[in-house]
């Protein structure tokens, strides 16, 4: 072999090993950086349907919108099933406008996780962690089992959010399970935060109408470490663990304030204001800030806060005086929020996915808007969150369509859409050169056929 083609083998070498340990694993909702971005890598696909591209696909019993979180050769998934036949129990595309169903659904329901072989699609193994009646109702578009599962490698921790968690070992064991008392949420819509990990800790946010908390439980036992009461009715946003060069805390979106706490609960910073009344989006971290934003559509003020790491105290603006920064909040935007989506930030842009099909971008650094609202082809809704790879930004819609932007222009640039021709609404993952799509009935492994996959 000659000296080009070694230095060429190991450079490639190199490569695949950094992207494999980049995006390895999904552990999370959102993946490990919480936004959806993955390592690029030639492996991964921009064009599929329902059969192109499909390197397997296995049916899901039940209902469920959480996310496929992965961990080496595994796949976990949550679903809930119920026994009876329920002509309203499948949820529809659109908005409800505070419309539909109310009070408990019939028949026993089962609470079951999945485990399935990453290569092949095969169940290796499922676990019913409950049975019996729901003890709280559900939004008509949600399900039972809309939480998306956390990982550390050694544990896989699964939050029925109205029910408790149950941990396994990655090989189906229970090791430990942690009942939470269901309480009232708004309309009794139930809850939807999913769980983070981080060290020895799981935390998990549980904002309803009668007691709402952040609580940590300990990784080995689930026994509660602390638990601090929250000034916050129903939200269904997923905690975020922001590590930085100052510290590491945990930021939690809210309708009445956002707040940041200690590993212990005590809180580090809040922003008080005009907040949207309906709190679903995530935080997440970019360019040594916090994005943290809600916008429920119909609200007046749909705001945007990117934070600056090691913020203190009482950070809030002065909204009255149109206050857009100060020593904390490096930008502010008032009606830039999603309702469901969380938004993401890709090669600097700050891209926000709207459910009513419109997408906005803005300078991720100080908010300054590249484009305004653009809307996608007619009939596009969005509920699933927007992710990104090898240039590109992908938002799957609730019709099964998956629309592909080209991140490398200024402008809103529709490059294709790839049809999977059923409705979703679950945020896909991305782990060793695979695309992870939960459908309404379905579990694709979506990857480049003919290119090799490990």
Known sequence: MNRHLLLSCLAHLAWLGTTAFAQENWPRFRGANAMSVAADDPRLPDRWSQTENVLWKTPVPGLGWSSPVIWGDRVFLTSVASDAADENEAPRAGLYLGEGRRGIPKGKHHWVTYCFDI??????????????????????????????????????????????????????????????????????????????????????????HESSFIASLDTKTGKERWRTPRDEKSTWATPFVWQHEQRTEIVVNGKNRIRSYDLSGKVLWEVGGKMS????????????????????????????????????????????????????????????????????????????????????????????????????????????????????????????????????????????????DEFC????????????????????????KGRAQN
């Open 277 to 420: 009344n309906l709190i679903i989006p995530s935080p997440f971290a970019a360019h040594d800030m916090v994005y943290v934003t809600s916008g429920y559509f119909a609200d007046p003020v749909r705001p945007v806060y990117a934070i600056k790491a090691g913020a203190s105290g009482d950070i809030s603006l002065d909204l009255d005086a149109e206050e857009t920064s100060n020593d904390s909040v490096q930008w502010y935007q008032r009606k830039a929020g999603p309702y469901n989506t969380s938004p993401i930030v890709y090669q600097g842009r700050y891209y926000t996915l709207l459910d009513r099909g419109m997408m906005t971008c803005h300078d991720a650094k100080t908010g300054e808007e590249i484009y305004g609202r653009v809307r996608f082809p007619r009939g596009a809704t969005f509920t699933s969150s927007p992710w990104a790879y090898n240039d590109k930004v992908f938002c799957l819609d609730e019709q099964g369509l998956t629309h592909v932007l080209d991140a490398t222009k200024k402008s809103f640039s529709i490059l294709h859409s790839n049809d999977l």
């Open 119 to 208: 290569n092949t699609g095969k169940l290796r193994w499922k676990h019913e962690a409950h049975q019996g009646a729901p003890p709280v109702g559900r939004h008509p578009k949600s399900t039972y089992a809309s939480e998306t599962p956390a990982t550390d490698g050694e544990r896989l921790y699964v939050l029925f959010g109205d029910l408790g968690m149950w941990c396994y070992d990655l090989d189906g064991k229970v090791l430990w399970d942690h009942r939470i008392d269901p309480k009232k949420t708004m309309a009794d819509y139930g809850a939807a935060g999913s769980p983070v990990v981080h060290g020895e800790q799981v935390i998990i946010v549980y904002d309803n």
């Open 425 to 448: 609404m679950a945020s896909p993952s991305v782990a060793q050169g695979k695309l992870f799509i939960r459908t309404e009935s379905q579990l694709y492994c979506i990857g480049k």
